[in-house]
């Protein structure tokens, strides 16, 4: 079931009603609701989820007597996850770069496997380190794992900040957030982004892949329509989440601070996918020595490793092993470069908004043929058959659109953040909450023409 | 307490309906500026009743198509998805009517690109002042297009009738039920006839009355209701599936087998099973319809068969069969005469476009190969009519016999 269906628009309701009327049964009533919301993947995505919940459960248990048992938890989840995600990458035809294009064809992998997965392990690391509680009750435990606005596509959230609030939700004290203005907007926000404009892009972005490019300007308006689109997915998808966890009474962390504003990777990579970026950060770059441990070398090394296992992560495709390598390259390597671009905002700007365009190509392409082909169309060598060339006009509206794009993120900055909504407390009223939630009725009305799962429901 | 709560809740309203307001203005401002192309619409709503057919094109409206590719579409005052033109057909001009499904109307490209205004210019260019009208319609079975062709397509006098028709929908079920549109039906008597029992239908009966006729007002004026009742249309709770558009030719094994025993000659009918015979009485109305058609016009009839060269082999016995069944039991001199439109096509690709499949005619961006033609698939079915349907002579004869 997907945020954007007027299914998910009634059960939401009916959810967030009960709540405001039985809040002492606030917790089992997000259990219930968390389970029939997942339920809509399958039964068995739902199998999976619950014997994961199951055994992770009860290995909390063990992980608090020693490394071993946390060494076979995370070793457990991870199998888990290779087993269900990265089988058919294993097979001798992945290698032959005929793998399926992975953001058209169906989705196989089981929803949300990748989060929830991510998000045990954490708490079995932070638990053995005592950095949180253990989490006793099961029916807590299932909440803390299965709660539903994030369990499909994240934010992966520590134990140390839902916990508690799954505590107060089962005591019965989950309290309105104070700014319904915030839960509502941020609803608002996720579902102009997802339906009005990721959804909007989609279908030029997948023909150009598809196709191939034509022409240069077709490979690099492809390569910045699709770094918009997945932007605006799947923070669409963040902002929808975060927003409903708040009108039901929980605080989840965003996920995204708008990255195409970033100077420079390591600012990127604050503000992109941030609950993934820090789990990648605790969990994977600093055990494995971060860059205090030894020099230059195995720094290297650690950053190409750990980018290259994020990209893994996002799929079963060589596309995001190379895309998350170059990263850890990239990454490593502006350290020469920024003592001078640090004085050159717009220069740096300019430049690493190119390779954030550049590297997305790799991503989104569905084999690395495909995206060298797409790269040689990029530089003039263009061998594709799809032109998103028009008019004069036309092409200067799409300039004067890409334009706005990019201003979109200065936008969303200035007005998508708590302290505006402070400085601005009188438009959290009962006028302004008409507003938006007829904006989001309506766009929830809106048929859609073909399928456009989120693209993050593929990783 | 109670004032505040009223207060608020009445706030609370009023947004609701500024909501509305501002997405009405918001969808009637994408229509009119560069960004109808990319930006979410609503759909036009195309469709009205008729009382011979069971529905048609409303005459006179203009929106957005947005399913498989956008396009700005009008209908002319007649009610076709063609440029504006007479019933009365101009001096010196020779008029073909094309009657078929979606594939015809071609929603989905501009209506420069319908196969049947690009034959229209080049039979133009060729031969002199021609028109071609294009009756096709989404959905259209071979009992709606004959419905149509007799009670509009007629009026505009053609000179030569043309049927794009499916082959497989000739053993369908649709093609037998007249509840939403015509059909053909036992009239009694164990012969076939076209039905109008649509007329009967709750929901006719609603779009023909007077609150139907607001209803058309109301979505050609206020966008969120084509929103709504294009939700409606497609189930409010359903999402669309992740299975992609009909592909151009399916395989259809089980409808071609049914028509190749319906179309196999001899057979006492009463040895036939129920299905096979129904089929066959089908064929015998609708051989019946094209004989009439012809002697009231005094005008040649062609049915330009898709899906007799099917892309799945193992069908091709099959198929064989029915092409050679279906030229013996339709086909009448020069009156009635049929045309294989997969071959036709395979033609104008092997001599004009050696590197290009059927499938490449089909579909748009990153679904090509699946669903309606596309401009190059328009290109191809033109050259292709042009090059079956025997114009020359057709119009030699009209001409001849004019004199």
């Given at each position: 079931m997907s945020f954007d269906s007027p299914l998910f628009l009634i059960l939401f309701v009916v959810v967030f009603a009960w709540l405001r009327k039985f809040p002492k049964h606030g917790g089992m009533l997000l259990l219930a609701a968390s389970i029939i919301f997942y339920s809509f993947a399958g039964v068995m995505d739902m199998t999976l989820v619950i014997a994961m919940v199951c055994i992770n459960y009860l290995l909390s248990f063990y992980v608090l007597k020693g490394r071993r048992w946390l060494t076979l938890t995370i070793l457990t989840n991870l199998a888990v996850l290779a087993f269900f995600k990265y089988r058919h990458f294993l097979l001798p035809e992945a290698s032959s770069n005929q793998v399926r294009d992975f953001f058209n064809a169906d989705i196989l992998i089981p929803i949300g496997v990748s989060f929830y997965i991510f998000q045990a392990i954490a708490y079995q690391v932070d638990l053995y380190k005592g950095k949180t509680q253990h989490i006793r009750s099961f029916w807590h435990f299932s909440l803390f794992i299965l709660l539903f606005p994030h369990m499909m596509a994240g934010p992966i959230v520590r134990a140390n900040i839902l916990e508690p609030q799954v505590a107060k939700a089962y005591e019965g004290k989950i309290k309105g957030r104070r700014f319904w203005i915030i839960g509502l907007g941020l609803c608002l926000l996720g579902l102009v982004k997802k339906v009005g404009l990721a959804d909007s892009l989609s279908p030029f972005v997948d023909a150009v892949f598809y196709q191939g490019p034509s022409d240069t300007y077709t490979a690099w308006l492809g390569a910045i329509l699709f770094s918009f689109q997945i932007y605006f997915d799947f923070s669409g998808y963040s902002d929808i989440a975060v927003g409903i966890a708040y009108l039901m009474g929980f605080k989840l962390p965003m996920n995204f601070r708008q990255p195409y504003l970033a100077l420079n990777p390591k600012d990127f990579w604050q503000r992109w996918h941030i609950t993934l970026s820090t789990w990648i950060r605790d969990y994977l770059y600093i055990p494995l020595g971060g860059d205090r441990v030894g020099g230059v070398p195995r720094h290297f090394m650690v950053m190409v490793v750990t980018m290259g296992l994020a990209g893994l992560w996002h799929g079963a495709n060589w596309t995001f092993v190379i895309w998350g390598v170059i990263w850890g390259i990239y990454v490593w390597g502006w350290r020469f470069v920024a003592p001078i671009l640090n004085q050159e905002k717009v220069l740096s700007w300019m430049i690493h908004i190119t390779v954030v365009i550049l590297l997305w190509v790799m991503f989104r392409a569905e084999n690395v043929d495909r995206a060298i082909s797409f790269y040689k169309g990029m530089l003039g060598m263009a061998e594709g058959a799809y032109s998103l060339k028009g008019s004069s006009m036309e092409m200067f509206c799409t300039l004067i659109g890409v334009v706005l794009l990019f201003f979109s993120q200065l936008a969303e900055s200035k007005i998508a953040n708590y302290g505006w909504i402070k400085k601005h407390r009188g438009l959290d009223c009962p006028l302004i909450w008409g507003i938006m939630v007829g904006l989001i009725f309506w766009i929830i009305i809106l048929p859609k023409q073909i399928a456009n799962p989120f693209i993050y429901f593929r990783f | 307490m109670n004032r505040i709560r009223i207060s608020q809740l009445s706030a609370f309203c009023l947004g609701l309906v500024l909501a509305t307001f501002l997405s009405e203005i918001y969808l009637h401002l994408v229509e009119i500026s560069p960004a109808w192309k990319i930006l979410p619409a609503a759909e036009i709503s195309f469709y009205g009743p008729d009382k011979?057919?069971?529905y048609r094109i409303r005459a006179n409206v203009q929106g957005l198509w947005l399913s498989e590719n956008r396009a700005k579409i009008i209908s002319s005052s007649q009610g076709l998805r063609d440029h504006e033109t007479e019933f009365h057909p101009p001096l010196n001009t020779y008029r073909i009517a094309i009657v078929g499904d979606s594939i015809t109307e071609g929603l989905q490209v501009d209506v420069d690109e319908l196969f049947s205004e690009l034959m229209e210019k080049e039979l133009t260019l060729r031969y002199g002042k021609t028109e071609v009208i294009n009756l096709g319609m989404s959905g259209a079975s071979p009992a709606v297009q004959m419905a149509r062709m007799k009670s509009l397509g007629l009026q505009f006098s053609p000179n030569l009738m043309v049927f794009v028709v499916n082959v497989s929908d000739f053993a369908s079920s649709i093609i037998v039920s007249d509840a939403e549109y015509s059909g053909y039906v036992d009239s009694g008597n164990g012969e076939y006839v076209l039905g109008k029992g649509f007329r009967e239908n709750p929901s006719y009966k609603f779009r023909t009355s007077f609150n139907g006729h607001l209803f058309y007002q109301a979505m050609d004026n206020i966008r969120l209701i084509r929103l709504i009742n294009t939700r409606k249309n497609r189930g409010l709770m359903n999402q669309p599936s992740d299975t992609h558009p009909t592909v151009p030719q399916q395989c259809n094994g089980s409808r071609l087998g049914l028509l190749a025993e319906g179309l196999r000659d001899g057979g006492k009918t009463e040895k036939l099973r129920p299905d096979v015979l129904r089929t066959k009485k089908v064929l015998t109305a609708f051989r019946a319809d094209l004989q009439s058609l012809s002697k009231m016009t005094n005008a040649p009839v062609v049915l330009a068969i898709r899906g007799l060269s099917p892309i799945c082999g193992n069908e091709k016995q099959t198929t064989d069969k029915v092409a050679k069944g279906m030229k013996n039991f339709l086909?009448?001199?020069?009156?009635i005469t049929i045309v294989d439109l997969d071959n036709a096509v395979d033609g104008v690709l092997r001599e004009n476009y050696p590197k290009n499949s059927r499938l490449d005619m089909y579909g748009f961006g990153a679904r090509l190969g699946q669903g309606h033609l596309n401009p190059f698939g328009h290109q191809v079915v033109a050259k292709a009519l042009i090059n079956s349907l025997g114009i020359s002579k057709k119009r030699h004869l009209h001409e001849a016999g004019q004199s």
């Open positions: - | 011979d057919v069971g086909s009448i001199g020069d009156e």
